[in-house]
């Protein structure tokens, strides 16, 4: 008897009435792409605070189903799940120096002591004290963990739900080798690992090169799934070599164009009454914006400097703190500005700044000629610029953002520059944080050597909303099969009626025991409304039990196809069966 009650309770659960599905029929307001807007509309999500969710039974289904994929392709390779703590103490980011350097994202807490703490962001220290204590030998090596834990970042603008939130799902894993050999193997191990997971969560991805940011490293490199979620990362790629990189990596090459020839005017100084921008200077000297040049000033921890690139190019902060050996940089304010330049915001140039203030240049910037650029004094501009003439950059490097069209470092053939959403990142980390942790084991022949790390992470929750933005039409989500939340709902168009209630349950109950996650909506609604509801939450297989089972037929209709196909009710648990497989 205990066995047929649990059975009749899970049963109960697998019926749309008892399931807590909350779905709209109209767009949320704060939700700006598509898969913040259907998972908010299908009753996967709802939101408590800026950035912060509460997982809804379905949405928790699939984000699940992504966790078991994880799972099995990590401990494929080798992987062994630990939990590590949340909550960090703050020595062990000192240690490495990373509770400066990681900046305001960090979530920082004290207890009741005084004593600080991190929510954890991520978990290079901890892991790093974990095996500096317990791996001593070469004999020990290597090793592999992982842990799919929240994690917790401070994002100054939250968005796009679960793309860019407070608090999200994460899979990071941390492998210890020997020598950079060894390394290499546990990466190339862990890349395939990531190509299979993402492919059995139906997701299309694009692997770029990347920048390492604060987790530090050589070379990285991010799972990227294309989409149009502008406002995300974008990435420029080669669709002949096929290279691709993120644009803060992407490295810009050029031809000399003759897009400004050398001349022979001289400097002159010319009022720019209220002319501040490229856009307005350009058209009120009727000069091209590439050949004009763009100055902001830039705070590179205690150093304030000035970059340089042509008018018609942005500046890549990414690539110019690196240049500068700096972690980030951050642009100057109206005050420092005014302090360095002598002028209001918007008249900045090369030419005539503060003593001290050392100038990045981009490598086009050296190939203008009678250019123009701030006057660094208001309302005025220079005219007939000549770079090495007029000012000596302190340092010529490629500090601009990529375009569309600009020739890819490889093969030359222009690129493509597109909306992307990270969805995963391996990096090799080497001996960052082994040597400032001092996390060493001893080789054969008793000599002590620092560990050598690569780390990777996967967002989980990211994934899922990645996984709706290529799957999904304007009805709803079209979850692929491997992490949908069921793979089929019985749908009687009229529950009351005897015959198809009796039909559906009977079809519910065989589909189940064959092990196949399926659903019984058994609601008294419309058949309108339930059919809308099916399609919005995306399962993948619908079995429509209407007038037509006095005939002994039913209608199946798979989510990504349009048109619905009639089924003799004998037979349909077969092709569902074989639809599956």
């Not at 699940?64 to 630990?82: L, N, S, Y």
């Not at 929750?461 to 933005?469: H, K, M």
């Not at 069921?486 to 529950?495: A, D």
Request: glycine share 8%.
């Amino acid at each position: 008897m205990a066995t047929q009650a649990a059975e009749s309770v899970w049963a109960e659960t697998m019926k749309m009435s008892q399931v807590y599905a909350p779905t709209l029929r109209e767009n949320p307001a704060e939700a700006e792409i598509a898969s913040h807007r259907l998972m908010l509309r299908a009753g996967l999500l709802r939101k408590l605070s800026a950035g912060i969710y509460t997982y809804l039974p379905l949405g928790y289904r699939t984000v699940r189903k992504i966790m078991q994929i994880v799972r099995e392709e990590m401990e494929r390779i080798g992987g062994q799940e630990v939990m590590m703590p949340v909550v960090q103490p703050a020595e062990l980011w000192h240690e490495t120096g990373r509770w400066v350097d990681y900046g305001d994202e960090m979530m920082k807490l004290k207890d009741r002591h005084s004593r600080e703490f991190a929510l954890g962001p991520t978990h290079e220290e901890v892991i790093t004290d974990l095996v500096r204590s317990e791996i001593n030998s070469y004999r020990q090596l290597p090793v592999m963990m992982y842990q799919i834990q929240n994690k917790y970042r401070d994002e100054i603008r939250p968005r796009f739900g679960l793309i860019r939130g407070r608090e999200f799902i994460m899979k990071d894993a941390y492998s210890f080798d020997r020598d950079q050999t060894g390394l290499d193997h546990s990466y190339d191990l862990v890349y395939q690992a990531y190509v299979r997971i993402f492919e059995r969560c139906g997701l299309n991805t694009k692997v770029v090169e990347a920048d390492a940011g604060a987790i530090g490293g050589s070379d990285t490199h991010e799972f990227m799934v294309i989409t149009d979620a502008v406002g995300e990362a974008e990435i420029a790629y080669c669709d002949v070599c096929g290279y691709a990189a993120n644009v803060e990596k992407a490295v810009c090459t050029f031809e000399p164009s003759g897009l400004a020839q050398e001349t022979n005017e001289e400097l002159k100084l010319v009022d720019t009454p209220g002319q501040r921008t490229i856009e307005e200077v350009s058209a009120f000297l009727n000069i091209p914006p590439h050949r004009l040049m763009k100055t902001l000033i830039y705070k590179a921890g205690s150093q304030v400097v000035a970059a340089v690139v042509r008018g018609d190019h942005e500046i890549n902060e990414v690539k110019l703190a690196r240049a500068l050996g700096v972690l980030e940089v951050e642009l100057a304010n109206e005050e420092l500005i005014a302090q360095v330049t002598k002028a209001p915001v918007g008249f900045a140039g090369p030419i005539g700044l503060a003593d001290g203030v050392p100038i990045i240049a981009d490598l086009e910037v050296m190939e203008l000629h009678g250019a123009v650029c701030g006057a660094n004094s208001a309302d005025q501009h220079y005219r007939g610029v000549e770079p090495g003439r007029d000012f000596a950059p302190d340092t010529v490097v490629d500090v601009r953002m990529v375009g569309a069209d600009d020739p890819c470092p490889k093969c030359k053939a222009p690129l493509s520059v597109a909306s992307g959403i990270e969805v995963g990142h391996v990096f090799k980390l080497g001996k960052k944080y082994s040597q400032a942790m001092n996390a060493t084991f001893l080789d054969e022949a008793g000599q002590e050597h620092p560990l050598v790390m690569g780390c990777y992470g996967i967002g989980v929750s990211r994934t899922a909303a990645a996984v709706i933005e290529q799957h999904h039409d304007k009805n709803g989500i079209i979850w692929p099969i491997s992490i949908a939340p069921y793979h089929v709902i019985v749908v009687p168009v009229n529950y009351k009626d005897q015959q198809q209630r009796q039909a559906a349950e009977d079809l519910y109950r065989a589909v189940e025991d064959l092990g196949i996650e399926v659903i019984l909506d058994d609601r008294d609604e419309r058949p309108g409304v339930k059919f809308k509801d099916a399609d919005l939450i995306g399962i993948p297989i619908r079995v429509v039990v209407g007038k037509r089972i006095g005939q002994g037929q039913v209608e199946l209709k798979l989510r990504w196809e349009d048109e619905a196909e009639i089924v003799d009710v004998n037979t349909v648990v077969g092709r569902i069966q074989s639809i599956l497989r």
